[in-house]
């Protein structure tokens, strides 16, 4: 089975600076796709970024981007410039496209930006 | 174009009554999927559907808990006999097939008294 480990419960960061969180996962899969989902306090899940296992370029959106290492099985996200409507939950995910699409989700790191 | 869908936002049942959550996918979605959130916890995969079929239901207690994705008309999650650790937000997701991408609705947060 899959699993999905942030280890950062919490982070917090000054508004305009940047922020990395951490993600690491574990499959014996070739193919997957992984997720980053921001949780704001309406509690509504938005999709950040998404990255395809099998494209070597790091999936970049905006101030959003991957930092994936397929053979250490690690998907870290870069937040630059940092904005006060960042604070949110952010959570990694899993998805296996050959098994039934489930998302495999993390605990989940809470983010602060700080003004 | 309309985002996921899900009513209602809060539902509050005593102890043994019966929770219907329901969710309508966005518009050429076929593929729903319902996850669970417990305070301070990730979310946790419950079931998978397609219209009229369950696909993957290896997230769902077997007992009490019961999904539907009909022909016509929203999704349903069922909770029979409702216990106070079925407490939590419920979120439903959707997806077009074969795009791995899937959108959520805003959840329905459930209160057993």
């Known amino acids: 089975a899959q699993t999905v480990t942030q280890s950062q419960p919490e982070m917090s960061v000054q508004e305009a600076e940047t922020v990395t969180l951490s993600c690491t996962y574990d499959?014996?899969?070739?193919?997957?796709?992984l997720f980053w989902y921001k949780q704001p306090p309406s509690r509504q899940m938005i999709l950040v970024i998404r990255?395809?296992?099998?494209?070597?370029q790091n999936a970049t959106e905006n101030r959003f981007s991957v930092n994936f290492q397929k053979a250490a099985k690690s998907f870290s996200l870069k937040i630059s410039d940092s904005q006060l409507g960042d604070t949110a939950m952010y959570f990694c995910?899993?998805?296996?496209?050959?098994?039934?699409?489930?998302?495999?989700f993390g605990k989940g790191t809470k983010l602060t930006v700080n003004p | 174009n309309a985002g996921v869908m899900q009513n209602p936002r809060h539902l509050v049942r005593r102890r043994g009554q019966e929770a219907r959550l329901r969710c309508s996918p966005m518009?050429?979605?076929?593929?729903v999927y319902w996850y669970r959130q417990l305070p301070e916890e990730g979310l946790k995969f419950m079931v998978y559907?397609?219209?009229?079929?369950?696909?993957?239901e290896s997230g769902m207690p077997k007992e009490r808990f019961s999904a539907e994705f009909p022909k016509e008309g929203p999704s349903i999650l069922r909770i029979q006999q409702v216990v106070r650790g079925d407490s939590a937000a419920y979120f439903c997701?959707?997806?077009?097939?074969?795009?791995?991408?899937?959108?959520f609705g805003p959840g329905t947060r459930l209160t057993v008294l």
């Open positions: 995910a899993f998805m296996n496209p050959g098994g039934s699409e489930k998302l495999v």
């Open positions: 559907l397609q219209k009229e079929n369950i696909i993957d």
């Open positions: 990255q395809e296992a099998y494209k070597q």
């Open positions: 518009k050429g979605h076929s593929h």
């Open positions: 997701a959707s997806s077009r097939p074969s795009t791995y991408e899937q959108f």
């Open positions: 499959t014996s899969e070739s193919n997957y796709y």
